[in-house]
């Protein structure tokens, strides 16, 4: 963590995270943990002087143990919301790079994944049509994931404070 793109100030919190669409069988991999009531994005902090697509990369098999390549860029995320579960009282700020990912065609993957606080992460396959029943992060996923642009990056700016 001492090498993230990231910081604390009182409290703020504040990070550079890259992040994978994996989309399997019609289902969108996400992740979840034993503290935390919610899913999130397979993916985490950039390191400093680490390029994007390489933090990626390097996320995506930390946490499901597979090395999946990179296909595009597909958005670029600045969120803006009041942290819940382990960020509980922060106000959060958060720019994160989510690249869709190339199929492998399986859903088999070698998780053994924990979060940088040491907390046990276990991987969750989510059916695609059925996000919305899910308490899932980023919550734009459940309206753009199925019409995305495959051309284009798409900025999109949340603000839950």
């Known amino acids: 963590m001492d090498n993230d ?7 703020d919190w504040f990070r550079y995270r890259a992040a994978a669409i994996i989309i399997e069988d019609d289902c969108l991999l996400f992740a979840k943990n ?26 995506v098999l930390e946490e499901t143990g597979v090395p999946y390549e990179i296909d595009r860029l597909a958005f670029i995320h600045e969120n803006f919301f009041d942290g819940t579960g382990s960020f509980e009282g922060y106000k959060c700020h958060e720019i994160a790079f989510y690249f869709l990912m190339k199929s492998k065609g399986s859903q088999k993957l070698k998780s053994n994944s924990y979060s940088s606080l040491g907390i046990k992460e276990y991987m969750h396959w989510i059916p695609i049509d059925n996000l ?4 899932a992060f980023p919550t734009f996923f459940k309206d ?16 839950d404070y």
């Open 5 to 11: 793109c990231g910081f604390t100030k009182e409290n």
């Open 34 to 59: 034993e503290v935390d009531d919610y899913y999130y994005s397979i993916g985490g902090a950039v390191h400093i002087g680490e390029k994007a697509e390489d933090a990626v990369r390097r996320e």
């Open 132 to 135: 919305e029943n899910y308490k």
């Open 144 to 159: 753009k994931i199925d019409t995305f642009d495959s051309r284009g990056v798409e900025h999109i700016i949340t603000n």
